[in-house]
């Protein structure tokens, strides 16, 4: 789709989709990892900096793959490139930042089966984003999961030190928080139209 | 580590191997596994029940295969291989769906291809296909993905009732019925499962303090 300017496909995946409040992508890490501020901004970070990667390599893949009439290979050759990215990013942090590499430690493993990544890569192909829109949109769709667990590891913060019911406490409490993010986040639709 | 609960590679396959994902496990209420779909699809019956289908299907045949593989697969690359194990069944669902009906494909979107990623299926070929025979890892993941599609059902009725009137597209309620659209749209799904994990969790702690009295009253 030609029509979309890159400045509207950044602000449609930083804030009007979102992809944790409204295509509900990236759940397990949002609710899993959101417990401090700290931790949540290199878990952002992380995941943002694999989400470029990725999505590059996806749109290299994606182009040979047409090429050759084999897109039923598509997913598979996805979720290897996917998997093999995250174990280079792991690789070269550790030999040129050290101390970046332990700040990220646990959680580059895990974005592997971070449902986000594996969606960046198969929307921008759906939507036949051309090289530098895919791009745009993996850098705006990387902050908009930062924006979100960071939102949410704020308000988790507080809640630490405030008294609720016994029943509530833990996933309920946080799902509860994520839908009314989720409400304020309706709130951008207007934008995009 | 083995689980006590877990019966080892002898252990006879019985009834409790099937129940244990429907109950005692269940991936969506108990373990808070594979949120994202549980969440993006639940916004009508037939949505829900062809998501919870497609996943069971993936599940028993990638568990299948991973158990019958399970003395030839290194190591080291195992998580490789099962990730292009549940990639392969995934495409094989992908296709049917694409091919039985293009409407109910589009309104579930990328999330067919998104089941790839469902930590639920990862975990039951990790946790327990590359441990155990054929029979009985098929049997537990037939149980998990049952307990998987009730867990959707759950909340995808929930939805559809309040958001849009309707059970399966047939309206329940009469005319004059203002839908509450809010919960056929994202907040809702967020809304609607924690007001189903409250209810357990009440239910729980309920259980709990009631064994608590029953101590209390035998001990006197």
Known sequence: ?193 | MQDFRHPTESAPVNMDTFLLGIWEENPVFVMLLGMCPVLAVTNSVLNAITMGLATTFVMLCSSALVSSLRHHIPKQVRIATYIVIIATFVTVVDYVIQAISLELYRSLGAFIQLIVVNCMILGRAESYASRHGVVSSMVNSLGVGVGFTIALLCLGSVRELLGNGSLLGFAIFGEGFQPWVIMILPPGGFFVLAGWLLLFSWMKQRDARRAQQEEVLHGA
């Open chain 1, 1 to 193: 789709m030609e029509h979309e300017s890159l400045s509207f496909i950044f602000l449609n995946a930083l804030i009007i989709n979102n992809f944790v409040f409204s295509l509900y992508l990236g759940i397990c890490p949002f609710l899993g990892v959101s417990g401090k501020i700290d931790t949540a901004w290199h878990m952002g970070l992380a995941t943002t900096f694999v989400m470029l990667v990725s999505s590059v390599c996806a749109f290299v893949i994606n182009s040979l793959l047409v090429q050759f009439g084999i897109e039923y290979l598509r997913l598979i050759c996805y979720i290897a490139v996917i998997a093999s990215a995250v174990q280079l990013v792991e690789m070269t942090t550790k030999k040129f930042s050290p101390t970046l590499f332990r700040a990220l430690g646990i959680f580059l493993p895990l974005i592997t089966t971070n449902c986000a990544i594996l969606g960046l890569a198969l929307f921008q192909t759906f939507r036949e984003y051309d090289f530098l829109q895919s791009l745009v949109y993996s850098i705006g769709a990387g902050l908009g999961f930062t924006v979100a667990i960071l939102l949410m590891a704020g308000l988790r913060e507080r809640l630490d030190l405030s008294s609720v019911p016994d029943v509530s406490q833990g996933a309920v409490l946080s799902l509860t928080l994520a839908g009314i993010l989720s409400l304020a986040f309706m709130g951008f639709a207007g934008l995009g139209s």
